[in-house]
């Protein structure tokens, strides 16, 4: 009886070279540098604190000269940042929220599919999220990392702290309606929030956000939920708490250096001119760097002495613009994309206060 033929046992392949490419740096590597580095930096802080305590203590004399305008400097520097940090850590939480929590498709199902409404009902999104400007700028990253084009963002960011129940209390609550300041300041932040909107809808990205943002945007577009939602909200939080603290504390500190520097007075004596009121307020907004909640009782002093077509100059950049607000955009946009924003609303803002001073 024949046996059975056998087949062959097939020959196992040897398995393909492995093209050999060099490890990529570990993570945690460069996170103990970086939390070395700023372990150092926070040292040598202490260090000059404790040294300057040492000549304060036994030379009283050595910061005579100094004393006032260091004491002014800290002071507003830290008064801004008490004022600015719960609104930026709101922001944060509120941008997570949108992040993590909420169904991907739940904002767009709602919002209108005409560009020009689209962009209209997103400046009215600060009236569900009452946030300073401050907290904005996190929240506008999060709509743009769920999906918003810039323009779109752009639109809520520059619109929301001015269209917002609690800035419209409180200007109420200072100015009423006299001279048309409320209006002007909600009818202003308006337009001009469209008209950022409008322009920078007809480009895309390219040249607008930094790189590392747009990194940012591509990963989270084709992220998949992993880790559970508890774990991508700290991650989130501790991401946007690193690039927005550090801008907060450099602009606060900025902001309080030009108001030691920059004498008040000045600014007083130019109140009576239609242009130049305008162009001086400005720059007080710019400067001074004050939260929308609470600028309309600041700048309500200044009322018997300016015209109130700068009050709403004032009241219109301040939200949209200024010193801290420039550093916590430097985290989203390039320099080019911030030039081209102050140019743009400084020009408007300069156009509503002459128009309004002219007319009254």
Request: charged letters at 15%; proline letters at 7%.
């Amino acid at each position: 009886m024949s046996q059975p033929r056998r087949e062959p046992r097939a020959t196992k392949p040897s398995p393909p070279a492995v093209e050999t490419r060099p490890a990529p740096p570990e993570p945690a590597a460069g996170a103990r540098e970086l939390g070395w580095r700023r372990l150092n930096i926070l040292l040598a802080l202490a260090i000059v604190a404790l040294l300057g305590f040492a000549v304060r203590s036994l030379a009283p004399g050595a910061f005579a000269g100094l004393e006032g305008a260091a004491r002014d400097f800290f002071t507003l520097s830290i008064s801004v940042v008490i004022e600015s940090l719960p609104f930026v850590f709101l922001g944060i939480l509120v941008s997570v929220l949108v992040q993590v929590w909420l169904p991907p498709d739940v904002l767009y199902r709602r919002l209108p599919a005409n560009p020009v409404l689209r962009r209209l009902v997103l400046s009215f999104l600060g009236m569900l999220m009452p946030v300073c400007e401050c907290g904005n700028v996190p929240m506008a990253r999060g709509l743009m990392l769920k999906g918003l084009s810039v323009g779109e963002s752009m639109t809520f960011l520059f619109a929301a702290p001015i269209l917002n129940p609690v800035t419209i209390i409180t200007t109420h609550q200072a100015f009423g309606w006299d001279n048309g300041i409320l209006a002007g300041r909600l009818a202003g932040g308006l337009v001009i929030a469209n008209l950022v909107g409008w322009l920078y809808s007809r480009r895309g990205p390219a040249g607008v956000l930094k790189p590392s943002f747009e990194e940012a945007c591509a990963v989270e577009v084709g992220r998949h939920e992993s880790g559970g939602k508890v774990r991508r909200s700290l991650q989130l939080f501790s991401r946007e708490s690193n690039a927005m603290m550090p801008a907060l504390f450099a602009g606060s500190a900025l902001a309080g250096l030009i108001q030691v520097a920059v004498p008040r007075e000045v600014l007083v004596r130019l109140g009576s001119d239609p242009v130049w009121s305008v162009l001086a307020l400005m720059a007080l907004a710019f400067i001074i760097s004050i939260c929308s909640t609470v600028d309309a009782f600041f700048i309500l002093s200044f009322g018997a002495t300016f015209l109130p077509g700068s009050i709403v100059a004032f009241l219109v950049l301040g939200p949209m613009l200024d010193v801290k607000m420039l550093a916590l955009l430097r985290t989203t946009f390039t320099a080019g994309t911030l030039l081209r924003l102050v140019l743009v609303i400084g020009t408007c803002s300069a156009v509503l206060g002459v128009v309004m001073n002219l007319a009254g």
